[in-house]
């Protein structure tokens, strides 16, 4: 018996270590759809390719996304390469969709960076991959489109390092340019992989023209690896050359350290690059056992990545399909098996596991049981959402959600028929539950249902997605951003006192307060401290006290907007032996915090976004004018690709509402931008 409990876990292990769950992440239109299309074909998972602009993709399979040729939500596939099995999540680009990047993020042990190899590093590339950071998922890079005119591997790799900042090393020189583009040289093995128009590869040797520069290249790589990295430094050192398996395994321990980051190149639509991609994501991303342990949100308790340890799941993703209500979950720990009780942990109810998916985006086919390490959606939970964790219920454990973005724009949503009313209540319900970044309420003083979201388009496919679904025939409101007030000169020694009699016992409080704004910088939104001494004020009352602050911040003098950036010192204060309790404190310091606001010079703070346009250089002057009529701050102008030009600026995002449409118009459908938010900025003071 111990024989074979030895042997079953060895292959368990081993299993384990051939899986590799990945995302692709890059700057929209960049082509990350393209390559996760052709991964599918490649491995045999599909048997045509999918072409974003016929609308045939495997993982846009949206009507939305189809229509759009973006991809608005995640989507994951499995697939086989080499021995391995790749979970792969096919992100946005989009920034109005970072939070569906976020969830995924949470669950992945890897990543694919895709550039243009014109553009190089755009705004969104950069977003994901500090996303991608900010999570420590190890990352490659694949430099894509080097078929375009004006692609350039090395200006692209230069990006790489000008603004993301890792150690971007080049594993491959292109064969031929733009057009002419065929293949590559393979560096680590100093061999050529050439693709013909059918697609097929072929392995040769270097071609004569570019052996001189692929043996530089190789040497400058060496070099840049032995730097980095103790082993392949002492065989440097020792041969004054490092082979291809040192160098693997060296490129492998930077990559999954974050050190330095490995960079491939092709051009995905005439399906080259893709097989060496896939040897790179096998060889150089970690496996779930090469990650840390999943730990518990209080690091309490910790989960190794085996079957045979209590299950630990988390759901990172909820979806209404035909089959069903999907929740799509990564396992850290354990074996689910169909029809399974689990424990959810965030709402403390039991779930009955019904049925068990492997995803190929909106295809599944069934299987009987999941284990550690496994990206799959299940069939019968009905409560549990997106960042909640399904474990053994023998063993609790509470896993750290993903934080969700706060909303910055929100419209009024509203039935075109009072029958549908109830209707369109429970699908923005549904929608909110699927998407944790859309918050449905109601206005306390319209009575409108209003939608907030991340930006106008996230709530524009939101509020069509009700549309197509639920056949509710939905009326859309103007845009409101989230507005905050900010202090900008406070007071000193104010005084207020909270004096109530109303029969029995009464509430008594005297405080005096010192409000400032916080310095710039500063990351807390609030700091609250305490100089009183002699007990004049006791510490429960104090702690009191700063609850009740935070009461008052809540809706500003300006327009009952949230108050942002307040420092306040409670001085001095007095109590009364038997009127004096927490509530009265607290009360007296919602109240005085108020009128002390009241008294303080406010501004208004409104969201602004960072914008990059690109625009034919003809129509330069235009958009550069209509920016500015739009309270834009230009803050560059660079030559872009091919007679274009790229305007980065800051803009207010209640100035951008239809500024597509807009841009459109002006450049004759030539002109592109987008957009990542940049924080708050003063708004204007109305006039008189």
Request: hydrophobic fraction near 40%.
């Amino acid at each position: 018996m111990r024989t074979h409990t030895t042997t079953a876990s060895t292959t368990t292990t081993s299993s384990i270590a051939a899986v590799r769950n990945l995302g692709i992440l890059a700057h929209v239109d960049a082509g990350k759809t393209t390559v996760t299309e052709r991964i599918l074909y490649l491995t045999g998972t599909t048997h045509k390719r999918g072409e974003v602009h016929d609308g045939t993709t495997v993982t846009d399979f949206d009507p939305q996304e189809r229509d759009r040729g973006i991809t608005i939500f995640a989507a994951a596939v499995s697939c086989a390469w080499a021995g391995h099995r790749i979970n792969l999540i096919d992100t946005p680009g989009h920034v109005d969709f970072a939070d569906e990047v976020e969830r995924s993020l949470r669950v992945l042990d890897g990543a694919v960076a895709v550039f243009d190899a014109v553009a190089g590093v755009e705004p969104q590339s950069e977003s994901v991959w500090r996303q991608a950071e900010r999570h420590g998922v190890p990352r490659i890079a694949f430099v894509n489109k080097l078929d375009r005119a004006g692609a350039d591997l090395d200006a692209a790799v230069d990006s790489i390092r000008e603004r993301l900042h890792p150690r971007p090393l080049a594993v491959q020189l292109p064969i031929g340019a733009e057009e002419s583009f065929t293949g590559v040289v393979d560096l680590v093995h100093l061999r050529a992989l050439t693709w013909y128009e059918d697609g097929a590869m072929a392995h040769g040797p270097v071609p004569a023209h570019l052996e001189g520069p692929a043996a530089e290249r190789r040497r400058a790589l060496e070099e840049a690896v032995a730097e980095l990295h103790p082993r392949a430094l002492e065989e440097f050192c020792a041969h004054g050359t490092v082979g291809a398996a040192t160098l693997t395994a060296a490129l492998r321990d930077l990559t999954r350290t974050g050190e330095a980051v490995v960079v491939l190149c092709g051009s995905a639509y005439r399906n080259r690059g893709i097989e060496p991609l896939l040897d790179a994501a096998v060889a150089y991303l970690p496996s779930p056992l090469d990650v840390p342990p999943t730990r518990s949100a209080d690091r309490t308790q910790q989960r190794d990545p085996d079957p045979e340890q209590p299950l630990t799941a988390l759901a990172f993703k909820v979806t209404a399909a035909p089959t069903g209500r999907l929740t799509h979950l990564r396992l850290y720990a354990g074996t689910l098996h169909k029809g399974a009780t689990v424990l959810d942990t965030a709402t403390g109810r039991r779930e009955r596991v019904a049925r068990i998916l492997t995803v190929l985006a909106d295809r599944h086919t069934e299987t009987d049981h999941a284990r550690a390490g496994d990206i799959v959606a299940v069939v019968g939970p009905k409560h549990t959402r997106v960042g909640a964790t399904l474990c053994d219920p023998d063993h609790p454990i509470l896993l750290e959600a993903p934080v969700s973005a706060e909303p910055v724009v929100t419209v009024a949503v509203e039935a075109r028929r009072a029958t549908d009313t109830d209707k369109l209540a429970a699908a923005l319900a549904r929608l909110a539950e699927e998407d944790p970044s859309l918050r449905v309420a109601t206005d306390p003083e319209t009575g409108q249902r209003t939608l907030s979201g991340l930006g106008e388009l996230h709530l524009e496919v939101a509020v069509e997605k009700v549309r197509r679904d639920s056949g509710i025939e939905a009326v859309v409101g103007r845009p409101r951003v989230a507005l905050r007030e900010a202090l900008v000169e406070g007071v000193t020694g104010f005084v207020h006192r909270h004096a109530k009699q109303d029969g029995g016992a009464g509430q008594f409080a005297h405080l005096v307060l010192d409000v400032h704004p916080l310095p710039d910088g500063a990351e807390a939104e609030f700091a609250f401290a305490s100089t009183v001494t002699g007990g004049r004020v006791p510490r429960e009352y104090v702690q009191a006290v700063e609850a009740g602050c935070r009461d008052a911040l809540a809706e500003g003098p300006l327009g009952g907007h949230p108050v942002t950036g307040v420092a306040v010192t409670l001085t001095d204060g007095a109590t009364h032996p038997k009127d004096s309790s927490e509530l009265a404190f607290r009360t007296a310091a919602r109240l005085g915090l108020r009128e002390a606001l009241r008294a303080s010079r406010m501004h208004l703070l409104e969201p602004v976004a960072e914008v990059t346009v690109t625009v034919p250089e003809d129509a330069l002057g235009t958009v550069l004018g209509d920016l500015a009529a739009r309270r834009g701050h230009v803050r560059s102008t660079d030559p872009g690709p091919v007679a274009t030009a790229r305007v980065g600026a800051l803009v207010p995002l209640a100035e951008l509402f239809g500024y597509a449409g807009r841009l459109r118009g002006r450049t004759q459908g030539r002109g592109t931008f987008t957009t990542r938010p940049a924080g708050y900025a003063p708004a204007p003071t109305p006039a008189g």
